[in-house]
């Protein structure tokens, strides 16, 4: 089963509004913003490991975005998953999306949205067999064209799916930081803590640090090494690599 924790606020989904804007150094006249949103067709493999758990999701992911003030995003997953008590399954995952507006855009800037997952999973074991809607409002402060710092407070919901899995009613809040370095490398350090206010957890805590190239101007490569704490005591390992083409 995935973790919302990862599937809504991975590395991954946030830093989608990358571009090459985001960390080359601006023109004199440039109005461009760190949380300028952007179209772009990004492929990546996500991979969790937990105690007698295993899960394997290569995700098509795509984004677009008519203005650099609001965008709209789709993720279609293919999934393997094992577990040590049932057989392995394969097949179509979750599908989950993203609208993002962006309400200001200044040193100080506001962006305010919504992540949807659907129960739409072939099979149970492939999906989180709720459909969950999470709101989100995210601040993100501009250090300059090489580094940036956001901090997302979001609400999760579970409505419909599956009555025999557990509701999803948690609350999260999601500061990380992006630091551009020489050559088209980047970094992002992505920590979220995340508070369920029903089902057998109490707190998690991932921390997720990306390292990312830009290969051209359209054309980027990441990969995301992370871990996950459960209370009650839970360890989950994570790992993303990914290539994203960015669009006009």
Known sequence: MFSLVRRCGGASLVVSTITSAAWAA?????????????????????????AGAMTNALVLRGAYAPAPWVALQI??????AETSKTRPVFGIGDVSGRATVRIAALETSLLAGATFVFDSAAAKGLGGG??????????AWDFGPSAWVRVQLQQLASFGGDPKQTTVSASSVRPYTFVALPDG???????????????????????ILE??????????????PGVQLDSPWALTWLMTAGVRWSMP
């Open 26 to 50: 601006p023109e004199p006249d440039s109005t461009k913003y760190s949380t300028d949103l952007g179209s772009f067709v990004d492929l990546h493999n996500d991979y969790t490991k937990s």
């Open 75 to 80: 993720d279609l997953p293919l999934v393997y």
């Open 130 to 139: 709720k459909n969950v809607i999470g709101p989100f409002a995210t601040i």
């Open 185 to 207: 490398y980047w970094l992002v350090l992505d920590q979220t803590l995340r508070l369920d206010h029903k089902g057998p957890r109490d707190l998690s805590y991932s921390a």
């Open 211 to 224: 390292g990312g190239k830009e290969l051209s101007k359209k054309v980027s490569v990441y990969l995301d």
